[in-house]
């Protein structure tokens, strides 16, 4: 029922009521949500009055929407409808329009009729809002709460701002696509998460590589702060794949790959790195006389006594297993120093070719010609210098021409800041040629050093 005009005096206890103009009555509890001081209310509003008009509990659906239209910047015009409204809220109803509401259908009742009766009794001479503010307290618009919010969110993000490089795009990517939203739901709660993020990737990538755990209890609040399926674990792993340019993936052995090119490990012994005629010492130089392989684990290379193989003037990187084991065959210990990445390269792979390059070694590199195999070239030059190693578009535009069969070329191209014209060769001809249809070519190159 929409009930339009009022008949009576909105006193309905009998005539004008001693007023007391500065303090709301004791309104049932539960009636209206009571905010802070309306210090905004207007003084010239009868309070006692208006308790009993409108802070009666059978109208607190009817301050409620009033509330939500003066939030919303909504004009105080029109009806409001309460469906299948109880009993007391009809009552209620009634008194405040002077009128008996129907006994069955809905219950409206006209915004400006009620704003009416308030200015007209002299129970609220500034109307329906000024009641309203008086009784329930001030009313923040929506669109101030919004500004308010996307400020302290905006502070959260502030230490965002000291990163560079690679990192400053992860920063305005995250600010972005939610991410930092969705794992700390209120800026108060980014605050401390942002600030940690950011103070762990400054600190990456960790040289020499170390566990996740002491890194942690070094830069952050303690050895568990970047435990598995942690909001902050979950932020910097975010900015270690574009600080590494690590690919996407997942599960536990693809993190764990994650946190370990930056030089984060769950242990050094997991973190190995296939190499070739390597020497240094005794046991590397004894690898080396016979021509075989040698797998080399981080623990060994960084730990209480590492192992330090010598340098070699050149080494030859190479993406395959196969391409190593190839050369063991072919050459045996004729062959020149290589090292296996293996695909994205370990940490033990990453503290081996950083110590040679360190020391003068010329590193020169091959992979498979496709997307994934340049994304792997291009993380390894974050980490180490190295030149191309029949790595270009001139050696891949030949060797697309004179493999038969090659597979189609798949996934989202990337940049070959070594050689641009590579990716461009790459997308023309759209084939993927592996290190194992040109292994004739490597191999020649080993056996002769002409490169």
Request: proline share 8%; glycine share 10%; hydrophobic share 40%.
């Amino acid at each position: 029922m929409d009930v339009n005009q009022a008949t009576t005096s909105p006193d309905r206890d009998g005539g004008r009521a001693a007023s007391g103009r500065t303090t709301p009555p004791d309104v049932t509890a539960g009636a209206v949500p009571m905010g802070p001081a309306p210090a905004e209310a207007r003084t010239d509003v009868d309070t006692e009055r208006l308790g009993r008009l409108l802070g009666d509990p059978g109208l607190t659906w009817f301050v409620d929407r009033v509330r939500q239209r003066m939030a919303r910047g909504r004009p105080l015009t029109g009806s409001v409808t309460l469906s299948a409204p109880e009993e007391s809220q009809r009552r209620a109803a009634e008194r405040l329009l002077g009128r008996a509401p129907r006994t069955s259908g809905s219950l409206g009742i006209r915004l400006d009729t009620v704003d009416e009766i308030l200015r007209r009794s002299g129970v609220s001479p500034g109307g329906l809002a000024a009641a309203v503010v008086a009784l329930a307290g001030p009313v923040v618009l929506h669109a101030e709460t919004r500004n308010r919010e996307e400020q302290a969110w905006e502070e959260a993000y502030a230490p965002l701002g000291i990163l560079d490089a690679e990192l400053a795009h992860w920063a305005e990517r995250i600010r972005g696509d939610g991410l930092v939203r969705r794992l700390a739901r209120t800026p108060e709660a980014a605050v401390p998460l942002v600030e940690a993020a950011v103070r762990a990737l400054r600190a990456l990538p960790a040289s020499p590589p170390t566990s996740r755990a002491t890194f942690a209890a070094r830069n952050l609040s303690g050895a568990h702060a970047l435990d598995e399926g942690t909001p902050l674990a979950t932020l910097v792993l975010s900015g270690i794949r574009c600080l590494t340019g690590f690919p996407d993936g997942s599960g536990a052995q693809w993190r764990r790959e994650a946190w370990a090119s930056a030089g984060l490990l769950k242990d050094d012994l997991s973190s190995t790195v296939l190499t070739l005629n390597l020497r240094g010492t005794p046991a590397l130089a004894w690898m080396a006389d016979a021509g075989e392989p040698t797998v080399l684990t981080l623990r060994s290379l960084t730990g209480r006594a590492p192992v330090a193989p010598g340098l070699a003037g050149t080494v030859h990187i190479c993406e395959n297993p196969a391409v190593l084991s190839a050369a063991a065959d072919t050459l045996g210990r004729e062959c020149p120093p290589m090292v296996c990445i293996q695909g994205q390269p370990s940490a033990a792979a990453l503290t081996l070719l950083r110590d040679q390059s360190s020391r003068g070694a010329r590193l020169l590199c091959h992979g498979d010609f496709d997307w994934g195999g340049v994304r792997i070239a291009t993380a390894l030059a974050r980490s180490v210098p190295w030149r191309p190693w029949r790595y270009t578009a001139a050696e891949y535009r030949a060797a697309a021409t004179a493999v038969v069969g090659a597979p189609n070329l798949t996934g989202l191209p990337a940049a070959t800041p070594w050689d641009p014209a590579l990716a461009v060769a790459l997308a023309e001809c759209g084939v993927r040629v592996e290190e194992e249809m040109v292994l004739n070519d490597l191999l020649t190159d080993l056996g002769t050093g002409s490169r």
